[in-house]
């Protein structure tokens, strides 16, 4: 686990398939996958999505993996692993500054080594934080938050299929508002930051945002996601999905909505992935539920995936509710029927990217306000270009954001000269082609991002080592 740009799994095989596709998916910046034939009837999960395009995964434990029931059911069903806590905070830097990633390597070269994707969970939560981030707040928090971010992202980079970025930000019940903790006293835009460390650490990764009772349309907290993800789009935060964790029990039931909810979010352009799926119940209500949501997913094409939080029952975090598919001796379960024929019925995601404007299903929420100020520059002078840029800074580093505004005849191309301060240096750079890394350094457009219609705009971003206060971006176009 030295190598950072380690390429992803590439197996023959029947697990390959997915794996060599998501490289290829993720390579060309394209959101879908597809099986051009027709369904056979597969006899496992993870076949039965991959011939729809999708993954089906599991949450596992990395001190489960000497048992050889959970391991077999594992590599025979799923071809997509989350590590049920081993990447998470505590566990990844448990003092400040020394990172431990030993329990998550087990479950990560697990996974590679047959073929399966990984998902990485999670980044930033307020959940299972080490003792000394949770006594801490403002600034000294933030910088901690991100380099964490940034630290363990560039760790995995190359081999996370998508990172649970941010988790859990929202509050329950009626507010729709931010959910109060350390990371959200650090000031609202820091799930923003967030992503855009992850971007800049891994920009080959898929980032999402991942919250539990986000599934039913109607609830505010479903629509305080989706006004977030929203503003993120129209201002260029990164972000490629939502994940759903879709935790159902009596509390929290499988919602006649949720298909309603998958392609609400989906119709913003980003993909969803069902991410900790479990429904608490058993026999034939469970299995309808279970086939209710799995016929959901594969009737959205940016429904990418879906995850059961653990293999058996008996391996769950809510044992007592026998939520998942394998009873607590590895057996299936009407549940694992129900799954399995749904996948085995299900159409193959389409060949060609759906319309990613589509307007949502139901009316869209009253607009939220942006979570920051706008930039204070001038507006760009007519026929030509403007730049403003914005830094996420942390001790010894930092990433900028650079938002590029076409003047009254839009660009057909541009570039942005900036100085980088004496002892900074660029050592990544994405949405733009960088010459040079230190001093006078010029950021060109690439191909898909030339053309800027009169007054709109752009982003791209770059991450350096030292200080990067100070820069200021001269902006030319053609
Ligand atoms: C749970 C794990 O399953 C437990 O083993 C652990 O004790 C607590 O966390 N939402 C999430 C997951 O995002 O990380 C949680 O996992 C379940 C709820």
């Known amino acids: 686990m030295t190598d950072h740009h380690a390429i992803r799994p590439r197996r023959r095989g029947p697990r390959a398939a997915l794996a060599s596709v998501a490289v290829v998916a993720l390579a060309a910046g394209t959101a879908l996958l597809y099986a051009s034939s027709a369904n056979a009837a597969e006899s496992t999960l993870g076949a039965a999505a991959a011939q729809t395009g999708r993954y089906f995964g599991a949450a596992i434990a990395a001190h489960k993996l000497g048992d050889s029931t959970y391991v077999n059911i594992l590599n025979r069903e799923f071809n997509s692993v989350t590590a049920e806590n081993e990447m998470k905070i505590n566990a990844t830097e448990p003092q400040q500054g020394r990172f431990d990633f030993s329990s998550g390597d087990r479950i990560v070269n697990h996974a590679i080594s047959r073929g399966m994707a990984v998902r990485g969970h999670t980044l930033a ?105 929203r503003d993120f789009k129209q201002r260029g935060v990164p972000i490629d999905c939502v994940g759903l964790q879709s935790h159902f029990n009596a509390q929290s039931p499988y919602p006649s909505n949720y298909r309603t909810t998958l392609s609400s979010f989906a119709a913003l352009g ?14 034939t209500a469970q299995a309808n539920a ?47 029927d129900a799954t399995l024929s749904a996948l085995n019925s299900g159409t193959p995601v389409p060949t060609t990217a759906p319309p990613t404007t589509a307007p949502p299903t139901t009316a869209p929420p009253t ?25 996420n800074q942390w001790p010894g580093g930092f990433v900028a954001t650079v938002r590029v505004t076409a003047g009254s005849s839009g660009t057909n191309s541009w570039a942005v000269t900036m100085t980088i301060p004496s ?56």
């Not at 001093?439 to 991450?463: L, M």
């Open 125 to 229: 939560w307020h959940s299972q934080q080490p003792a000394w981030m949770e006594q801490m707040e403002g600034s000294a928090l933030r910088q901690a938050m991100l380099n964490h971010v940034t630290q363990v992202a560039s760790y995995y980079r190359g081999k996370i299929h998508s990172w649970d970025v941010v988790n859990e930000a929202f509050d329950d019940g009626n507010s729709g508002a931010r959910r109060n903790s350390n990371l959200q006293r650090t000031g609202n835009d820091w799930i923003e930051a967030a992503f855009r460390a992850a971007r800049a650490a891994d920009p080959g990764a898929k980032l999402c945002y991942n919250d539990y009772n986000i599934d039913n349309w109607s609830w505010a907290k479903t629509q305080a996601a989706y006004n977030l993800v």
């Open 270 to 283: 980003v993909d969803v992935q069902i991410t900790e799926l479990d429904i608490e119940g058993s026999g």
């Open 290 to 336: 279970y086939r209710g949501v799995v016929n959901d997913c594969l009737a959205i094409a940016r429904c990418t995936g879906i995850t059961v939080w653990g293999i058996r029952d008996s391996d769950s975090w809510r044992s007592y509710g026998t939520p998942l598919l394998f009873d607590n001796n590895g057996n299936k379960k009407p549940a694992y």
């Open 367 to 391: 607009t939220a306000p942006p979570t920051t100020a706008p930039p204070t520059t001038a507006p760009p002078p007519p026929g030509n270009c403007s730049a403003t840029v914005s830094l």
């Open 423 to 478: 002892g900074a240096a660029v050592t990544n750079t994405w949405n733009a082609q960088a010459s040079g890394s230190t001093g006078s350094v010029r950021f060109a457009n690439v191909s898909y991002n030339g053309r800027i219609g009169a007054g709109q705009s752009t982003e791209f971003g770059f991450q350096g080592t030292g200080s990067g206060s100070g820069m200021t971006p001269s902006c030319s176009s053609s």
